[in-house]
Protein backbone atom coordinates (compact mmCIF):
# COMPACT_ATOMS: atom_id res chain seq x y z
CA UNK A 1 0.00 0.00 0.00
CA UNK A 2 1.79 2.90 -1.08
CA UNK A 3 -0.98 5.36 -1.31
CA UNK A 4 -2.17 7.58 1.77
CA UNK A 5 -4.65 6.85 4.23
CA UNK A 6 -6.06 7.53 7.74
CA UNK A 7 -4.99 5.13 10.58
CA UNK A 8 -4.46 5.23 14.36
CA UNK A 9 -2.00 3.44 16.67
CA UNK A 10 -3.06 0.32 18.23
CA UNK A 11 0.31 -0.67 20.31
CA UNK A 12 3.80 0.14 19.49
CA UNK A 13 6.84 -1.08 21.04
CA UNK A 14 10.63 -0.62 21.06
CA UNK A 15 12.38 -2.58 18.14
CA UNK A 16 16.34 -1.65 17.58
CA UNK A 17 17.60 0.96 19.36
CA UNK A 18 16.20 3.83 17.01
CA UNK A 19 12.82 2.37 15.32
CA UNK A 20 9.17 1.08 16.60
CA UNK A 21 7.21 -1.62 15.79
CA UNK A 22 3.58 -0.70 14.96
CA UNK A 23 -0.08 -1.92 15.13
CA UNK A 24 -2.08 0.01 13.26
CA UNK A 25 -6.03 0.06 12.41
CA UNK A 26 -6.34 1.94 9.04
CA UNK A 27 -9.27 2.46 7.02
CA UNK A 28 -9.26 0.93 4.43
CA UNK A 29 -6.35 -2.58 5.28
CA UNK A 30 -7.65 -2.86 8.90
CA UNK A 31 -4.97 -3.60 11.28
CA UNK A 32 -1.10 -3.24 9.61
CA UNK A 33 2.00 -4.00 11.69
CA UNK A 34 4.74 -1.81 10.33
CA UNK A 35 8.28 -0.93 11.27
CA UNK A 36 8.90 2.76 11.76
CA UNK A 37 12.53 2.53 11.06
CA UNK A 38 14.25 5.63 13.01
CA UNK A 39 11.17 6.64 14.93
CA UNK A 40 12.81 6.79 17.90
CA UNK A 41 15.96 8.75 16.94
CA UNK A 42 16.68 11.91 18.26
CA UNK A 43 15.97 14.05 15.49
CA UNK A 44 13.53 11.96 13.60
CA UNK A 45 11.02 13.66 12.13
CA UNK A 46 7.93 10.78 13.85
CA UNK A 47 9.28 11.58 16.88
CA UNK A 48 5.94 12.24 19.05
CA UNK A 49 3.67 11.54 16.21
CA UNK A 50 3.29 7.71 16.21
CA UNK A 51 0.81 7.84 19.48
CA UNK A 52 -2.10 6.16 20.33
CA UNK A 53 -5.55 8.24 19.38
CA UNK A 54 -3.86 10.61 17.19
CA UNK A 55 -5.69 10.75 13.79
CA UNK A 56 -2.54 10.37 11.42
CA UNK A 57 -2.59 10.06 7.66
CA UNK A 58 0.26 6.81 6.66
CA UNK A 59 2.17 5.54 3.70
CA UNK A 60 3.87 2.29 4.02
CA UNK A 61 5.44 -0.37 1.60
CA UNK A 62 6.32 -4.49 1.59
CA UNK A 63 5.47 -7.51 1.18
CA UNK A 64 5.78 -9.47 4.11
CA UNK A 65 3.87 -9.83 7.05
CA UNK A 66 5.54 -6.54 8.69
CA UNK A 67 5.56 -3.39 6.39
CA UNK A 68 7.83 -0.14 6.17
CA UNK A 69 6.33 2.61 7.33
CA UNK A 70 7.02 5.49 4.24
CA UNK A 71 5.79 8.48 5.73
CA UNK A 72 3.30 9.41 8.27
CA UNK A 73 1.47 13.12 9.15
CA UNK A 74 -0.38 13.77 12.03
CA UNK A 75 -3.88 15.17 10.97
CA UNK A 76 -4.90 16.77 14.07
CA UNK A 77 -3.79 16.95 17.51
CA UNK A 78 -4.83 13.46 19.71
CA UNK A 79 -8.25 13.52 21.33
CA UNK A 80 -7.89 14.34 25.01
CA UNK A 81 -8.45 11.14 27.14
CA UNK A 82 -7.09 11.02 30.38
CA UNK A 83 -8.00 9.30 33.87
CA UNK A 84 -10.75 6.98 32.86
CA UNK A 85 -11.20 7.81 29.74
CA UNK A 86 -7.68 6.79 28.97
CA UNK A 87 -7.82 3.41 30.19
CA UNK A 88 -10.95 2.66 28.64
CA UNK A 89 -9.08 3.96 25.20
CA UNK A 90 -6.37 1.52 26.05
CA UNK A 91 -9.04 -1.38 26.43
CA UNK A 92 -10.70 -0.09 23.19
CA UNK A 93 -7.08 -0.52 21.21
CA UNK A 94 -6.09 -3.95 22.78
CA UNK A 95 -9.89 -5.19 22.05
CA UNK A 96 -9.13 -4.55 18.03
CA UNK A 97 -5.00 -5.68 18.61
CA UNK A 98 -6.33 -8.99 20.25
CA UNK A 99 -9.66 -9.99 17.53
CA UNK A 100 -8.85 -8.70 14.14
CA UNK A 101 -6.56 -10.38 12.12
CA UNK A 102 -4.16 -8.24 10.05
CA UNK A 103 -4.80 -7.06 6.63
CA UNK A 104 -8.92 -7.75 6.50
CA UNK A 105 -10.57 -4.14 5.70
CA UNK A 106 -13.00 -3.40 8.37
CA UNK A 107 -13.35 0.34 7.12
CA UNK A 108 -17.34 1.07 8.93
CA UNK A 109 -15.09 -0.55 11.77
CA UNK A 110 -12.91 1.97 11.41
CA UNK A 111 -15.67 5.00 11.76
CA UNK A 112 -17.41 2.79 14.96
CA UNK A 113 -13.96 3.13 16.41
CA UNK A 114 -13.35 6.93 15.63
CA UNK A 115 -16.90 7.66 17.17
CA UNK A 116 -15.94 5.56 19.89
CA UNK A 117 -12.76 7.49 20.90
CA UNK A 118 -14.89 10.87 20.29
CA UNK A 119 -17.72 10.22 22.46
CA UNK A 120 -15.16 9.25 25.25
CA UNK A 121 -12.93 12.40 24.31
CA UNK A 122 -16.32 14.31 24.98
CA UNK A 123 -18.33 12.80 28.03
CA UNK A 124 -18.66 14.44 30.98
CA UNK A 125 -20.33 11.07 32.48
CA UNK A 126 -20.14 7.66 32.36
CA UNK A 127 -17.91 6.21 29.28
CA UNK A 128 -19.63 3.05 29.09
CA UNK A 129 -21.93 4.19 27.19
CA UNK A 130 -19.57 4.27 24.10
CA UNK A 131 -17.57 1.02 25.15
CA UNK A 132 -20.94 -0.67 24.92
CA UNK A 133 -22.00 0.45 21.57
CA UNK A 134 -18.42 0.08 20.26
CA UNK A 135 -18.30 -3.77 21.87
CA UNK A 136 -21.53 -4.36 20.00
CA UNK A 137 -20.43 -2.89 16.67
CA UNK A 138 -16.90 -5.01 16.57
CA UNK A 139 -19.64 -7.99 17.21
CA UNK A 140 -21.56 -7.15 14.76
CA UNK A 141 -18.30 -6.47 12.55
CA UNK A 142 -16.89 -9.85 13.44
CA UNK A 143 -19.88 -11.82 12.14
CA UNK A 144 -21.84 -12.41 15.29
CA UNK A 145 -25.02 -12.18 14.47
CA UNK A 146 -28.09 -12.26 17.42
CA UNK A 147 -31.35 -11.22 17.52
CA UNK A 148 -32.09 -8.79 20.25
CA UNK A 149 -35.69 -8.57 19.38
CA UNK A 150 -37.32 -12.10 18.52
CA UNK A 151 -37.74 -15.32 21.08
CA UNK A 152 -35.49 -17.61 19.52
CA UNK A 153 -37.76 -20.45 20.65
CA UNK A 154 -41.20 -18.89 19.39
CA UNK A 155 -40.41 -16.34 16.96
CA UNK A 156 -43.09 -14.06 18.82
CA UNK A 157 -41.12 -10.42 20.06
CA UNK A 158 -39.66 -9.60 23.27
CA UNK A 159 -42.05 -8.45 25.64
CA UNK A 160 -40.60 -6.20 28.01
CA UNK A 161 -41.33 -7.45 31.49
CA UNK A 162 -40.37 -11.17 30.01
CA UNK A 163 -37.58 -13.10 31.24
CA UNK A 164 -35.47 -14.46 28.22
CA UNK A 165 -31.66 -16.75 28.34
CA UNK A 166 -28.97 -16.27 26.08
CA UNK A 167 -28.06 -19.62 24.91
CA UNK A 168 -24.58 -19.27 22.27
CA UNK A 169 -25.64 -19.92 18.53
CA UNK A 170 -29.31 -20.07 19.26
CA UNK A 171 -30.48 -16.54 20.49
CA UNK A 172 -32.57 -15.72 23.65
CA UNK A 173 -34.94 -18.19 24.58
CA UNK A 174 -37.77 -17.24 27.21
CA UNK A 175 -37.11 -18.88 30.37
CA UNK A 176 -38.44 -18.52 34.22
CA UNK A 177 -34.96 -19.36 35.57
CA UNK A 178 -32.90 -16.10 36.35
CA UNK A 179 -29.05 -16.38 36.31
CA UNK A 180 -26.06 -15.17 34.81
CA UNK A 181 -27.38 -15.44 31.34
CA UNK A 182 -30.62 -13.88 31.94
CA UNK A 183 -32.50 -10.57 30.34
CA UNK A 184 -35.07 -8.74 30.29
CA UNK A 185 -36.87 -7.93 27.11
CA UNK A 186 -36.68 -4.46 28.08
CA UNK A 187 -32.75 -4.74 28.35
CA UNK A 188 -32.55 -6.91 25.11
CA UNK A 189 -34.89 -4.06 23.26
CA UNK A 190 -31.90 -1.33 24.51
CA UNK A 191 -29.19 -3.89 22.78
CA UNK A 192 -30.67 -3.97 19.55
CA UNK A 193 -31.45 0.08 19.50
CA UNK A 194 -27.93 0.49 21.53
CA UNK A 195 -29.31 2.80 23.48
CA UNK A 196 -29.11 2.91 27.21
CA UNK A 197 -31.12 4.85 29.47
CA UNK A 198 -30.47 3.31 33.15
CA UNK A 199 -27.78 1.89 34.41
CA UNK A 200 -29.37 -1.85 34.41
CA UNK A 201 -29.44 -1.62 30.77
CA UNK A 202 -25.74 -0.98 30.76
CA UNK A 203 -24.71 -3.81 33.42
CA UNK A 204 -26.61 -6.04 31.12
CA UNK A 205 -25.24 -4.77 28.24
CA UNK A 206 -21.45 -4.91 30.16
CA UNK A 207 -22.78 -8.78 30.86
CA UNK A 208 -23.77 -9.53 27.31
CA UNK A 209 -20.80 -8.33 25.44
CA UNK A 210 -18.35 -9.69 27.85
CA UNK A 211 -20.10 -13.59 27.32
CA UNK A 212 -19.84 -12.65 23.46
CA UNK A 213 -16.81 -11.74 23.25
CA UNK A 214 -15.10 -14.12 25.14
CA UNK A 215 -14.57 -16.95 22.36
CA UNK A 216 -12.44 -14.13 20.31
CA UNK A 217 -10.15 -13.57 23.32
CA UNK A 218 -9.75 -17.09 24.47
CA UNK A 219 -8.68 -17.11 28.30
CA UNK A 220 -5.67 -14.29 28.22
CA UNK A 221 -6.63 -12.10 30.31
CA UNK A 222 -6.71 -7.73 28.83
CA UNK A 223 -3.76 -5.75 30.40
CA UNK A 224 -5.84 -2.96 29.68
CA UNK A 225 -8.20 -4.17 32.35
CA UNK A 226 -5.46 -4.93 34.64
CA UNK A 227 -4.61 -1.52 34.69
CA UNK A 228 -7.35 -0.22 35.51
CA UNK A 229 -7.79 -2.20 38.59
CA UNK A 230 -4.68 -0.93 39.82
CA UNK A 231 -5.49 2.71 38.76
CA UNK A 232 -8.91 2.88 40.23
CA UNK A 233 -9.16 2.78 44.16
CA UNK A 234 -10.96 -0.78 45.66
CA UNK A 235 -13.44 1.72 47.66
CA UNK A 236 -14.12 3.84 44.88
CA UNK A 237 -18.15 2.38 43.93
CA UNK A 238 -17.81 2.72 40.27
CA UNK A 239 -15.59 0.18 40.49
CA UNK A 240 -12.63 -1.30 38.28
CA UNK A 241 -15.30 -2.77 35.59
CA UNK A 242 -16.06 0.29 33.49
CA UNK A 243 -14.53 -1.30 30.38
Not at 76 to 104: D, H
Not at 136 to 153: K, R, S
Not at 167 to 179: D, N, P, Q, T, W
Request: net charge positive.
Amino acid sequence: MEGWQRAFVLHSRPYSETSLLLDLFSESDGRVRVLAKGARARRSQLKGTLQPFTPLLVRWGGRGEVKTLRNAEAVSLALPLSGITLYCGLYVNELLSRVLEQEIPFGELFFDYLHCLQGLASTSGSPEPSLRRFELALLGHLGYGVDFLHCAGSGEPVADNMTYSYREEKGFIASLVVGQRSFTGSELQALASRQFNDVAQLRAAKRFTRMALKPYLGGKPLKSQELFRQFVPKKTPAGPKTS
